[in-house]
């Protein structure tokens, strides 16, 4: 075989390098040693790998032979410069003066060379440093004649990925302490606005009964975005080992937002509507798991549950008594239910859309679509619900479909289907995760939140949209759960700082938050804010529900009359704008 040359071996470990392989990295500048031992490539390259794996003793040495070989390469002086700082400040120093004459003003160099100040140059000797352990920098893995090293007095930590994939390895044997104290340091330190370690966090927590903070803990790693069913599950079993059920209800919501195949989410909402005495509902989550999963558990439970149901929608059996023979032929041939009619569906539909529960809303709908997928109404329906969600697009193009379908034209059923299949309500999640929760541990008091809500207020008087929406943001994320007034209008003025920023999809969500929090105090100001934003996207008619709904709840006579004026002005603007889409058709 013929050996490689000295550049090659520089080249294959800087290569190794770049990509992560530090103790590959750190064989190969080893082995160019070996192969040119006065290369001061080599040695410098050997040593910034040796300071990355917190070997700070040798990569001293290979520093110092590198300095030897090229004494004039400043990156070289930094770096020894750096790790000397606490065993030889003063040879430390001179070695910072002398790389701040090639690379300029550093503030780590000028500091370490400010430690020793004298007019007279001090002698800089090569000698071997005894083997401690101070903490090591973040060097530069460029070879000499590249790049200056990047100078940080802090030690090389474990990248973050390493660090959950380790955490998760001690999570699934069972290690929670272990997994915990990995975690940590590190949430308290670099990795502090990390979701996925805070979502780990709260698990390790839970399993060692610190439900509070492990409460405190997923629904941080919510706020900055860890968003999937899982997370959103894991928060609401916690919830309801506090007895807090609305809350995990709402949890569980959002986790079938994210996955609405999501099985151990629908075994739980059908648990908590059993024991809340709606077998109904109950017996409706578990079907649809059942459905996915025959062999689940919970079939088991829905079985008993439709037993125990069944004498009552068939009529009771007389105690003792027996069915005559004609009597008994007429027992396979009862009427289909009530319950089982596309009207009831509907208005069942319709219902959970005004009751807020957009998960139970859009699967509803969504089942009548696959049972009539030329029906305006049900499209109307969908669009409702999607729009009530706060998935505005996708609303809007179940809207058009309606449109189309009344004025005779048929939709094909594969267009149909990628429609009702696509991730429908996405945004219902995004809206209540965008409302800038601070961490647990800096959680403002409530005179804080509304001192950050008047300031809002105010900045809104003057047009500084993006100072009012920081404040407004503030006031929700340090607002108590049970101040649900402050959180309800801090929402609406969080709408209103987007609409006068032109983010008008984003401005209706905080507005659907509102409402969503509290349904019965929504204001007619709040609803014709909200018109004013379907308005803004070109969603007229939705416009035009929100400005009619406004017109009953106490707006004075001036924003009545504008509310009029607003209706009309949509009404025109629908009409020119089905023109044009015929037109184009």
Known sequence: MVEPTILEMLDEASSKARTGDILGAVESYRKATELDGSSASAWYGLAVMQAKRGNTADAVSAFEQAHILNP??????????????????????????????????????????????????????????????????????????????????????????????????????????????????????????????????????????????????????????????????????????????????????????????????????????????????????????????????????????????????????????????????????????FVETKSYKISKAHELTDSGDHVAAVNAWKELLQEDSQSAEIWHGLADALSVAGHIERAHQCRQRANAIEEGIRIGDEENEAIVEADLIEAATQAAEKTGHLPPSEQESVNVSIEWYNKGLNLLAEDNSIEALNCFEKAIGGAPREEQGLRVRAQNGRGHALYQLGRYPESIQAYHAAITMDPAGVTGRALYNMGSSYAAVELYSDAIKCFEQALDRGLDKDDVNICKTQINRCKLLHKEQEKRRRAAA
């Open 72 to 337: 004039d390469h400043a990156p070289t002086a930094a770096n020894l410069a750096v790790l000397l700082e606490v065993s030889d400040s003063v040879r430390a120093s001179a070695l910072a003066k002398q790389a701040l004459e090639t690379l300029s003003d550093v503030e780590e160099l000028t500091r370490i060379a400010d430690n020793h100040p004298t007019d007279e140059p001090l002698i800089l000797s090569a000698r071997i440093v005894v083997e401690e352990e101070p903490e090591p920098p973040l060097l530069e893995s460029k070879a000499i004649s590249e790049e200056p090293p990047l100078l940080e007095a802090n030690p090389v930590l474990m990248e973050i990925t390493k660090v959950a994939e380790l955490a998760s390895d001690l999570v699934l044997r069972g290690e929670f302490q272990e997994a915990l104290n990995l975690i940590q340091p590190r949430l308290e330190g670099d990795a502090s606005d990390n979701p996925q370690l805070w979502a780990m966090c709260g698990v390790c927590l839970s399993q060692l009964e610190h439900v509070d903070d492990a409460i405190q803990a997923i629904e941080y790693a919510i706020s900055m975005g860890e968003d999937s069913a899982k997370v959103h599950f894991n928060l609401a079993q916690l919830l309801r080992k506090s007895n807090r059920e609305d809350d995990a209800m709402q949890s569980l919501a959002n986790a079938l937002l994210c996955d609405p195949s999501h099985i151990n989410s629908l075994v739980a909402r059908g648990e908590i509507f059993r024991d809340r005495g709606d077998d109904e509902l109950a017996a409706q989550n578990w079907r649809r798991v059942v459905t996915m999963d025959p062999e689940n558990p919970i079939n088991n439970r829905l079985v008993e549950l439709e037993e125990e149901e069944s004498p009552r929608s068939l009529g009771e059996i007389p105690a003792g008594g027996e069915f005559e023979e004609d009597e008994a032929g007429e027992v396979d041939q009862v009427e289909p239910s």
